[in-house]
């Protein structure tokens, strides 16, 4: 089976509500949106979410990548190693990488073999019962009294679905944080993490704020992801040491080098590995059995992403021994949508679920589709 033809599409939404983390606020995803047909006519849907900061692509790198990617594939057979390796070849011909891009492409690609052979991706990955994980749904910085809002919020909404798990977006500010934490864990009962996003410049005044947290609240804060400035190993391996809350690092880990090293130094306790950071479920599987079989903990979390790019990671999750946890929230609570399934329905006992389809399990929804074949006008503005 051989790719026909590569779509690439710039896809914008505007996110519910705006989201606030240590060092930016969200309001839209830009994101891109990859349709791979192949000569036996299976299509396969695939999405990059950019997020320079994070992924190290900005959406209009994603795009240029791709648009050369879009050339270079066609005629070429749907194979993960041959397609990556390619993928790997046009990076270096062009001198930047663009983590998202692979990323689009690689789920595309994963999304056509499971139909090909129809099951879905997770069983391709090897596990014939999904590995199903409690997922969090994130809070992102916010007043006191919005916070304590917005967990009231989750609980009544997703109290059927098992909710259990909330995570916390702390700011760096010591008082600030403490003061939510702990109203968090006095309205929601259940398991709490944290976020800082890199907010402490300091890992003592870090390692003070999580030892009192612990004091008060205890295992119930499972984790604390990134404390500390992007890349400095030393610092976070400090606060890993000195905290009896464990670190995962998140921005610190991109690629499987990054990986590499934090397993090696021991400077956390676990890994957030993400699809759009790793560039695919093909490197996202490297990453998880090197820090998995050395006793790391494994999370996997999501930028803004739609509810297509999601599917991909709940079946990556589903599919992958090792993974205890998960952050897979962005479909559901950004209102982020471009499928004809609602993400809501996948969300099972506190758990993401996948779908017992080939492939994703997910169909592009009508409106995109009559979008993108050009069915609908749009008039441009007066
Ligand atoms: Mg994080």
Redesign the pocket.
């Known amino acids: 089976m051989e790719i026909k033809e590569i779509r690439v599409f710039k896809m914008n939404l505007a996110l519910n509500e705006s989201f606030s983390?240590s060092f930016k606020t969200y309001t839209q995803a830009q994101n891109v949106l990859v349709i791979i047909e192949t000569d036996e006519g299976i299509e396969g849907y695939g999405e990059g979410s950019p997020d320079k900061s994070?992924t190290g692509d900005s959406q209009e790198e994603a795009l240029s990548f791709l648009r050369v990617v879009a050339k270079r594939l066609v005629g070429k057979p749907v194979d993960i190693d041959l397609i990556h390796e390619n993928l790997k070849t046009i990076e270096s011909n062009l001198g930047f990488k663009s983590q998202t891009g692979k990323a689009a492409i690689d789920m595309a690609c994963y999304d056509i073999i499971g139909k090909k052979l129809e099951k879905p991706v997770y069983r391709i990955l090897g596990l014939a019962k999904p590995n199903l994980v409690p997922t969090s749904l994130t809070i992102g910085i916010k007043t006191l009294e919005e916070t304590v809002r917005s967990a009231r919020k989750y609980m009544e909404a997703f109290e059927k679905n098992g909710l259990k798990r909330i995570?916390l977006?702390l700011s760096g500010n010591p008082e600030e944080d403490i003061r939510r934490v702990m109203k968090l864990s006095e309205v929601f009962p259940g398991e709490i993490t944290l976020?800082?996003?890199q907010g402490y410049k300091n890992p003592e005044v870090a390692v003070k704020v999580f030892n009192k947290l612990y004091k008060s609240i205890g295992s119930r804060i499972l984790f604390v992801?990134?404390p500390c400035p992007k890349g400095d190993l030393a610092m976070m391996k400090y606060v890993n040491d000195n905290s009896p809350i464990p670190v995962?690092a998140?921005?610190s880990v991109t690629s499987i080098e990054d990986a590499e090293k934090v397993i090696r130094q021991k400077s956390a306790s676990g890994i957030?590995i993400?699809l759009q950071k790793s560039g695919g479920i093909y490197y996202a599987s490297i990453i998880a059995k090197l820090a998995g079989e050395k006793g790391f903990k494994l999370m996997v979390?999501c930028n803004e992403e739609t509810h297509l790019a999601i599917s991909a990671s709940v079946n990556f999750v589903a599919g992958t021994p090792y993974i205890s946890s998960a952050?897979l929230d962005s479909d559901i609570l950004l209102n982020l949508n471009i499928t004809n399934e609602n993400p809501v329905d996948s969300f099972k006992e506190g758990c993401r679920v996948p779908a017992e389809k080939p492939g994703l399990g997910v169909r592009i929804a009508d409106w995109l589709k009559a979008i993108i074949n050009g069915q609908i006008f749009l008039a441009p503005m007066a």
Do not use: M, S, T
Request: aromatic letters at 0%.
């Open positions: 983390i994070i995570k977006k976020d800082a996003n992801e990134e995962i998140d921005e957030n993400k979390g952050d």
